[in-house]
């Protein structure tokens, strides 16, 4: 019997739904609002998820906890197939260790299908200052920060996110003496930032990078362990002396209910690894500070975050942070 060409299986593995209810639209689940990052991605992965499933993909904004209610929401949905969510590193990795009760078990309800994106965040100082004062790199402003304790204050999106753990980390790693000034959000931070209110911080790149653009920052490091693709020109922490090994990074993976039968989470995984490597998709997450990683299998999403789970342990353990 003759072999059929790879992708000729692929395609067929697309095109031909594993239960009848994979015809009806599939739900995108969005733990944040309409606007942000992980929306815009959420939209992107949606449109040209529809062509290729032949299926509608709608995207669903569930906010609100920190993305803990948007995972609620996935963990929580019929295991048929037809929900999907973005689910973020923090969530997945460092939530258990932080919430006194949380609504699901990762381990337990939830399955991972793929990571999608991976990012870092980045330190920036006002560039008015960093100029004033000498801050040229991140070794350069920690010098100064252990020469002028709690002069550096740097802003970060409030106890247990990631801009939380990695300050915290850097602190404890470079012994400089930050304070870290906890923000609503990442708007008001700007604007300080901006203004010179506030001398520091700690945000994702589609925050920051506009205002670099525009010489009103100065981007001093990325927290991932090698730099960014996106930012070349910009050090990762692990550069600097005394940081080496430093490397935490803010990634998203699809997830899935636990229970969502093989077949669909084959199909999907096949589905969001085209969709992952086609240039056009990789061209939109740009600009949101994100480049797009697929896993390699299904398996390989739920090894992620295994390995992923102790180092967030210890990052919460690192900063104190406590949500009640």
């Not at 395609?11 to 733990?31: C, D, E, F």
Request: net charge positive.
């Amino acid at each position: 019997m003759p072999r059929l060409p790879r992708r000729t299986l692929l395609l067929a593995t697309l095109a031909t739904p594993a239960l009848a209810q994979s015809r009806r639209p599939l739900r995108v689940i969005v733990p944040f609002p309409p606007g942000g990052g992980v929306d815009s991605l959420g939209r992107a992965l949606a449109d040209r998820l529809t062509p290729l499933l032949d299926q509608q993909v709608i995207v669903e904004n569930r906010s609100g906890g920190g993305g803990l209610i948007g995972a609620d929401a996935v963990a929580k949905a019929p295991p048929d197939g037809t929900t999907i969510g973005i689910i973020g590193a923090a969530t997945l990795c460092a939530a258990p260790f932080l919430q006194p009760s949380m609504p699901f078990d990762v381990a337990r309800d939830l399955r991972a299908v793929s990571q999608i994106t991976d990012s870092a965040v980045l330190l920036a100082a006002n560039a008015q200052i960093a100029q004033q004062r000498g801050w040229t790199s991140l070794a350069a402003l920690l010098d100064w920060a252990r020469a002028n304790p709690g002069g550096f204050r740097v802003a970060h999106a409030g106890a247990g996110t990631v801009t939380h753990l990695a300050m915290s980390a850097l602190v404890a790693q470079s012994r400089a003496d930050l304070t870290l000034v906890p923000y609503r959000g990442g708007a008001q931070a700007a604007t300080d930032l901006i203004a010179g209110t506030i001398e520091g911080s700690a945000d994702l790149p589609a925050t920051l990078i506009p205002q670099a653009a525009a010489g009103r920052v100065k981007l001093l490091g990325a927290t991932s362990g090698r730099r960014m693709a996106l930012l070349p020109d910009v050090p990762a922490f692990a550069e600097t002396p005394g940081l080496e090994g430093f490397d935490i990074r803010s990634w998203n993976a699809i997830m899935v209910p636990a229970a969502t039968p093989e077949a669909e989470v084959v199909r999907l995984h096949a589905a969001i690894r085209q969709v992952g490597s086609a240039p056009d998709f990789v061209a939109a997450l740009r600009p949101f500070g994100y480049d797009a990683v697929v896993s390699a299998t299904p398996a390989a999403a739920v090894q992620l975050i295994r390995d992923e789970t102790p180092r967030w342990q210890r990052l919460v353990q690192i900063s104190g942070a406590k949500v009640e």
